[in-house]
T-cell receptor
Framework: GDSVTQMEGPVTLSEEACLTINCTYTATGYPSLFWYVQYPGEGLQLLLKATKADDKGSNKGFEATYRKETTSFHLEKGSVQVSDSAVYFCALRRSGGSNYKLTFGKGTLLTVNP | EPEVTQTPSHQVTQMGQEVILRCVPISNHLYFYWYRQILGQKVEFLVSFYNNEISEKSEIFDDQFSVERPDGSNFTLKIRSTKLEDSAMYFC??????????????FGDGTRLSIL
């Protein structure tokens, strides 16, 4: 079945440090890929998405590129802020058929210190 | 920006009792979902709902669970006889269509269910 594997956390960084959270997936066909973010006490918010190979999703300084050859969708940011502290979830959604559910990774807790 | 709203934010229930979790999806959305997140674990799919019927459900969604869209705006998840292991955060989500896999699902803030 479909699965998403994320880098184990927690990740602790200082403000302005570079961030990479690794995400790899297993799925048949060409899934769409998403990063969701969960701020403390809140629900899941879509951060960015990519729907086909070599697409780059970006939002709020975060980027992720859909790499079909390595089945990866790593999340990156060049300079993190304290306000980026949250749990980040990588997810996929299979294309075609009736399988429209999201399959999530375990989440990575990011803490950014001033 | 329209959002998915869930009530209550926290529900405490005795084991064996029935509980109903409520959600108001975004008004022009057609597909509705429930997910749950046990503390410290991944977000897991429970069920999807379209055109007044379940379109997909996971193995977690057994006979104890049911969903309903009683009045065209609310979308509810009922757990008939709660167990300790049902304690989790339950998220409702909706999407405008589901026929296109890149449509994002919009999530509510969740209901934390605590079973005593």
């Amino acid at each position: 079945g479909d699965s998403v594997t994320q880098m184990e956390g927690p990740v602790t960084l200082s403000e302005e440090a570079c961030l990479t959270i690794n995400c790899t997936y297993t799925a048949t066909g060409y899934p769409s890929l998403f990063w969701y973010v969960q701020y403390p006490g809140e629900g899941l918010q879509l951060l960015l998405k990519a729907t086909k190979a070599d697409d780059k999703g970006s939002n709020k300084g975060f980027e992720a590129t859909y790499r079909k050859e390595t089945t990866s969708f790593h999340l990156e940011k060049g300079s993190v802020q304290v306000s980026d502290s949250a749990v980040y979830f990588c997810a996929l959604r299979r294309s075609g058929g009736s399988n429209y559910k999201l399959t999530f990774g375990k989440g990575t807790l990011l803490t950014v210190n001033p | 920006e329209p959002e998915v709203t869930q009530t209550p934010s926290h529900q405490v229930t005795q084991m064996g009792q029935e509980v109903i979790l409520r959600c108001v999806p975004i008004s022009n959305h057609l597909y509705f979902y429930w997910y749950r997140q046990i503390l410290g674990q991944k977000v897991e799919f429970l069920v999807s709902f379209y055109n007044n019927e379940i379109s997909e459900k996971s193995e977690i969604f057994d006979d104890q669970f049911s969903v309903e869209r009683p009045d065209g705006s609310n979308f509810t998840l009922k757990i008939r006889s709660t167990k300790l292991e049902d304690s989790a955060m339950y998220f409702c989500a909706s999407s405008p269509t589901s026929r296109v896999s890149n449509q994002p699902q919009h999530f509510g803030d969740g209901t934390r269910l605590s079973i005593l």
